[in-house]
């Protein structure tokens, strides 16, 4: 079962990102906005999670800026989706080929 909401940590983990990086991105883009608690912790919805998700798809893979990635996010956010999925979807295949020509040495 799904989580509605995660905390920073978790988020930080799940990516591999230092918490002070989502914070940072929290500023610089207008699609990640967390919900905060009485406390002010920070809590992501899976929507944010998705869109952390294509951050880091469009800055590692992409090799966008930051402000690329900002304008592209602004633009096409679909766009990115379905591109970051393809991608996903080829490096899976990538790694049963590369399975099959292993076991076929």
Do not use: C, H
Request: charged fraction near 30%; aromatic fraction near 8%; avoid cysteine.
């Amino acid at each position: 079962m799904e989580k509605l909401f995660y905390s920073i940590s978790e988020v930080a983990a799940m990516f591999g990102v230092n918490q002070s990086n989502l914070r940072f991105w929290e500023r610089e883009f207008k699609q990640l906005s967390p919900k905060r608690n009485a406390k002010g912790s920070r809590f992501y919805s899976n929507d944010d999670v998705q869109t952390i998700k294509q951050i880091i798809f469009l800055v590692n893979e992409q090799k966008l800026t930051l402000e690329g990635a900002k304008r592209k996010l602004a633009q096409k956010k679909d766009v990115v989706a379905k591109q970051q999925e393809v991608v996903e979807r080829l490096k899976v295949i990538r790694a049963e080929l590369i399975g099959i020509s292993n076991a076929l040495s």
